[in-house]
């Protein structure tokens, strides 16, 4: 199975912040990995597919890009709803995987 | 606007089977675009994927090699609802599961997924005696 590898785990920031959360597949993927958010009790959001492709009706501040095996999400001045934990999944080869998740906090 | 409307018990016997239901509505779950998904999340393994359905003129399932025994996935036309059954659970089959909708396109014979799009509400399954 092709493992994706989150980092960092936790991250914590202010409202206004910019933050990017970094997801590194274990082999090549072209582009295929989304993003999602996932708030407490809720199931998760898709935010972002195909590394850049932004979901409709996701906010613009939100934005995805992608260099060889190395993935990226990032928040352009965060809003107090962000805070929220996120997940990268590949769906390049089955089974499309997800990595462990980025919890995302206030400072 | 797609919904999935999430239905099953919440609390099973080991041993036994688990089993849910997913109704869809806003899409038909023979749109040859959309692939129907089980995930479950739990602290222990996070998001895992199940298996999915998806209808590319004859009913394909796929499923992670490590549960390909114990889980089935049905699609039923008539009432626009995929199920999951997970048999012979153990505790480590709690978790919460979801269902949910991925968007598949079609070129030249090869399909490629572009994210899960609309999810069920979650169920919280509880396995014990």
């Known amino acids: 199975d092709i493992q994706v590898t989150q980092s960092p785990s936790s991250l914590s920031a202010s409202a206004g912040d910019r933050v990017t959360i970094t997801c590194r597949a274990s082999q090549r993927i072209s582009t295929y990995l989304n993003w999602y958010q996932q708030k407490q009790g809720k199931a998760p959001r898709l935010l972002i597919y195909s590394a850049s492709s932004l979901q409709s009706g996701v906010p613009s501040r939100f934005s995805g890009s992608a260099s060889g095996t190395d993935f990226s999400l990032t928040i352009r001045s965060l809003q107090p709803e962000d805070f929220a934990v996120y997940y990268c999944?590949?769906?390049?080869?089955?089974?499309?995987?997800f990595g462990q998740g980025t919890i995302l906090d206030i400072k | 606007q797609v919904q999935l409307q999430q239905s099953g018990p919440r609390q099973v016997r080991p041993s036994q089977t688990l089993s849910l239901t997913c109704a869809i509505s806003g899409d038909t779950v023979s749109n040859n675009n959309a692939a129907w998904n089980w995930i479950r999340q739990s602290p222990s393994r996070g998001l895992e994927w199940l298996g999915r359905t998806h209808f590319r003129s004859w009913w394909y399932t796929d499923f992670p090699v490590s549960l390909k025994s114990r889980v089935i996935i049905n699609s039923d036309t008539s009432k626009n609802q995929i199920s999951l059954q997970v048999n012979s659970v153990t505790p480590e089959d709690t978790a919460v599961y979801f269902c949910?909708?991925?968007?598949?396109?079609?070129?030249?014979?090869?399909?490629?997924?572009?994210?899960?799009?609309?999810w069920g509400q979650g169920t919280t399954v509880t396995v014990s005696s």
């Open positions: 999944q590949q769906s390049y080869v089955s089974p499309h995987t």
């Open positions: 949910a909708r991925e968007v598949v396109r079609n070129v030249s014979t090869h399909y490629f997924y572009y994210g899960m799009d609309a």
